[in-house]
């Protein structure tokens, strides 16, 4: 009799545990979804912008604007759609994505994307939800080399990474984007800043 209960017990355990979820994939990375991106005329168009929000739990609005700083252009929400305004290609998108994830989404201390940002006053903490880390969201991750600011007056020799709506190439010095009129995508530059707005800037080519 008794054996009988140990194993009805057993068969019991046994079906309770067949239903836990496994523990891959609870922790099981988010598939983030690739932007869909389509030309419409003069404007770039993220046709599942608001899909991809929503897998990153993250908020449209804060996403946008960020691509937007990012790329040097204007835009706006349409839906589930953005519209960019220019032709932006679906690299530059990808790679927008990817910073926004890595500075807004990942955990610096698991790499988790178990995340949700809070404020602290003005400043806002990306709490992860998976190993309780935190940190200011405008801290750079710990192994990445910082980058010294830009200083009016001084040459820099950057590359070209993009086009602006209004013809100036566009490059990037650590958190500043600088604006240099008269260059092409892809070439390297000495630039000398004349003028320092925020975290944009803008400069001209020194003659070599």
Do not use: W
Request: glycine content about 10%; hydrophobic content about 30%.
């Amino acid at each position: 009799m008794a054996e009988d209960s140990y194993n009805e017990y057993s068969q019991l355990l046994d079906r309770a545990k067949a239903k836990l979820p496994h523990e891959t994939e609870v922790h099981e990375r988010l598939k983030i979804p690739e932007p869909d991106v389509m030309v419409e005329g003069k404007t770039t168009v993220i046709r599942n912008f608001s899909d991809i929000a929503d897998t990153i739990r993250r908020d449209p609005e804060h996403m946008i604007g960020y691509i937007l700083r990012e790329l040097g252009t204007a835009g706006t929400l349409e839906g589930k759609r953005a519209v960019l305004k220019g032709n932006v290609g679906v690299s530059q998108i990808s790679d927008r994505l990817s910073r926004y994830i890595d500075e807004y989404v990942t955990c610096s201390e698991c790499n988790r994307p178990d995340t949700r940002i809070v404020k602290d006053g003005r400043v806002q903490i990306l709490v992860c939800e998976t190993c309780g880390a935190h940190r200011p969201v405008r801290v750079r991750k710990a192994g990445k080399q910082e980058t010294k600011g830009l200083h009016e007056g001084e040459v820099y020799e950057l590359q070209i990474e993009d086009i602006g709506k209004r013809g100036d190439g566009i490059a990037r010095n650590g958190d500043y984007i600088v604006f240099i009129p008269g260059t092409t995508k892809g070439i390297s530059v000495k630039v000398k800043i004349v003028k320092i707005s925020g975290k944009t800037a803008f400069g001209t080519v020194v003659a070599q």
